[in-house]
């Protein structure tokens, strides 16, 4: 696997503007990492967290990916289960990491079906 940029940022990656006032966590197809605003798309630069924490949200939206299908849903009921606790165990990192900066909201609508 090619190492993800925040392991080394550059200059380049540096970030002006102020987290927003909420963060949704929440997985997509395709996004970088499963953080959304009501803008939008979140940026790994936009956070400002942990390298370790970034590396764990992308592994859990990736297990998302590989695990569920949109027309179908979980490929087991083990990678959908697992997948949940890692949300669990998620939504406690980014809140420590958010400190009192923002507000969390989580979305894990791939569980909505059971």
Known sequence: MDE????HPSRDDEWDEPLPTVVILEPDYGAELPLTSEEGMLGWQQTGFSPQLLEQLAAWKEAFEAGF???????????RDEWATQASELQAAVRAE??????????????NDD
């Open 4 to 7: 993800r940029p925040w392991w």
């Open 69 to 79: 299908h949109f027309d179908t849903g979980w490929r087991s009921r083990h990678l």
């Open 98 to 111: 958010l400190g009192g900066h923002a507000e969390l909201v989580v979305h894990l609508w791939p569980l």
